[in-house]
């Protein structure tokens, strides 16, 4: 079983609509989340961290369930500039973490 | 503020040379990791420095990687000899730690394909 487990996608949605990813980790011991946003051969890019008592930035919100061990990623009001991969990232605690990525869902926003 | 640093952006080398990757961290980062992502993988670790120092080297695939960071500065990631398995992107990526966990800034990674 992998570490981090993402939704295989991939997804294409419409403009405007609401889209979720859902990843789940392996490792109890993580610590920190985050949510990495890459488009087509660049590099990956920070989208947004993962807080226990879930946080939202604009139309992006992010969910953790320390429990079951799961993130959530929501998309509202889709644009065509969010075709991207998203990527799932988990880091151990402590100093030494290192991050173990998920495959990554594909997000594909048509007019 | 400049971001994380790789070179070169591309490498086409043929099986058996050696190739030397290079990447400058976020000035101030002590904290740097490679990882890379072959072809229809997720992106996978290689290692982490802290300063000069290899903290966590458990995902060097094999004795033909050598990573370095002399200086605790810019770190090199050399490859020898290259097998056709090593093709991929190379990603770098520097963070400042310890506390509190904080995310990585990647650089653009260094495209290399052996032949």
Known sequence: R????????????????????????????????????????????????????GNED???????????????????DSKLSDSATYLCVVKLRGLMGKSTFGDGTTLTVKP | EAGVTQFPSHSVIEKGQTVTLRCDPISGHDNLYWYRRVMGKEIKFLLHFVKESKQDESGM????????????????????????EDSGVYFCASSQEPYPPSPLHFGNGTRLTVT
């Open chain 1, 58 to 76: 604009g139309r992006f919100t992010a969910q953790l369930n320390r429990a079951s061990q799961y993130i959530s990623l929501l998309i509202r």
């Open chain 2, 61 to 84: 695939p094999n004795n033909r990687f050598l990573a370095e960071r002399t200086g605790g500065t810019y770190s090199t990631l050399k490859v020898q000899p290259a097998e056709l």
């Open chain 1, 2 to 53: 992998k570490e981090v487990e993402q939704d295989p996608g991939p997804f294409n949605v419409p403009e405007g609509a609401t889209v979720a990813f859902n990843c789940t980790y392996s490792n109890s011991a993580s610590q920190s989340f985050f949510w990495y946003r890459q488009d087509c051969r660049k590099e990956p890019k920070l989208l947004m961290s993962v807080y226990s008592s």
